[in-house]
Structures are given as structure tokens and as C-alpha cells.
């Protein structure tokens, strides 16, 4: 069975930074695709950022220029490094990961537990 675990959240002032990390735990197995999702209370949930196995990124336009998705395939982990945070990027953000297991042809996605990231004015 793969996990992922997700640390790095928590309270930070309006224009401040956070970095959030999600580690992918387990044997045998390969990434593809890894992202970040976020959901605020009452709302769906929103694709952040994607981070492909050779480091193409995409981001949602509300957090260009501010976050940056990175990823340490070694260590088969993804960041996302927060910065110039605002009140409206406060919610739980989780990370997803397809995942292919070597005894297996198909890619099973999983998702973290989510991580708070709250933001104050």
C-alpha cells in the first residue's frame, strides 16, 4: 500500500510564506503525475499546481507568479513552496499522486490526509 503524507501547514500573516511538503511512502512502486488540490470550507475542491516526472509544472491562475511546485523524485516527494499568501488561500490542501505499484500495468491515484494552511488579514 502507498501513503501520502502531507506536513508543512499552518497559521501565517497575510503576505508571508509557507512550504508544504508530501512524501509518498511505501515499496516498489513509480510516480507520475503529482499535484496539489486545496478546498476551502463550503467549496470544492481546486486543482493548484501539477508537477510532471520531468518537472513540466501548471498552475491555476489564481496562484501564478506566488506558489511554486516542485518535486524530488530520489526522495519521491512533492513541495509547494507558498509565498505572498493571502486570506483567500486559506484552506486544506492535499496532495495527489498516480501511482504505479512494479507488479502492476495501471496507475492507482492517491491522496493525502490534507494539511490546514490558514491565512490571517
Known amino acids: 500500500q502507498v501513503q501520502l503524507v502531507e506536513s508543512g501547514g499552518g497559521l501565517v500573516q497575510a503576505g508571508g510564506s509557507l512550504r508544504l511538503s508530501c512524501a509518498a511512502s511505501?515499496?516498489?512502486?513509480?510516480?507520475?503525475?503529482m499535484a496539489w488540490y486545496r478546498q476551502a470550507p463550503g467549496k470544492q475542491r481546486d486543482l493548484v499546481a501539477t508537477?510532471?516526472?520531468?518537472?513540466?509544472?501548471n498552475y491555476a491562475d489564481s496562484v501564478k507568479g506566488r506558489f511554486t511546485i516542485s518535486r524530488d523524485n530520489a526522495k519521491n516527494t512533492v513541495y509547494l513552496q507558498m509565498n505572498s499568501l493571502k486570506p483567500e488561500d486559506t484552506a486544506v490542501y492535499y496532495c495527489?499522486?498516480?501511482?504505479?505499484?512494479?507488479?502492476?500495468?495501471?496507475?492507482?491515484?492517491?491522496w493525502g490526509q490534507g494539511t490546514q494552511v490558514t491565512v490571517s488579514s
Open positions: 495527489n499522486a498516480d501511482v504505479r505499484r512494479v507488479e502492476s500495468l495501471f496507475y492507482t491515484n492517491y
Open positions: 511505501g515499496s516498489s512502486f513509480s510516480i507520475n503525475l
Open positions: 508537477i510532471t516526472p520531468s518537472g513540466f509544472t
